[in-house]
């Protein structure tokens, strides 16, 4: 359909330390909710939270799935986030190269019925 996007995503989230990126990068892939996650360290994050200004370095999680993922996608970090509130920002990709969504789209868990029992 024109117009309407590749139906693939790119989520925003961030985790205060490797173990905790690493841990969820790999069950998001493990589980066919991702099909790469490119986990970025350096972030140094300044927000507001409870009434305080904070700053924390952090590692930034670039996730590479698919639109129709994102409620099951964001339960799973939710589950294994040690935050009270982590960010989760879709950003949906207008376009792509095709042979990358390609391999993206059977990388991910299918759409209906198949695939592990983990990814359904």
């Known amino acids: 359909m024109p117009g309407s996007g590749s139906g693939f995503a790119v989520v925003l989230t961030t985790a205060g330390s490797d173990e905790e ?7 998001l892939v493990e589980r066919r909710l991702a099909a790469c996650v490119s986990v970025l360290p350096g972030a140094v994050s300044h927000y507001r939270w409870k009434g305080a200004v904070c700053r924390d370095d952090e590692r930034l999680l670039l996730i590479k799935t698919a639109e129709r993922l ?6 799973a ?20 190269d095709g042979e990358y969504l390609a391999w993206m789209a059977e ?4 759409e209906t019925g198949g695939g592990p029992p983990e990814a359904r």
């Open 21 to 27: 990126a690493s841990r969820i990068a790999a069950a």
């Open 70 to 75: 994102f409620p099951r996608l964001r339960s």
């Open 77 to 96: 970090i939710r589950e294994r986030h040690s935050y009270e509130l982590p960010e989760l920002v879709m950003f949906p990709i207008a376009e792509g």
């Open 107 to 110: 990388s991910l868990a299918p």
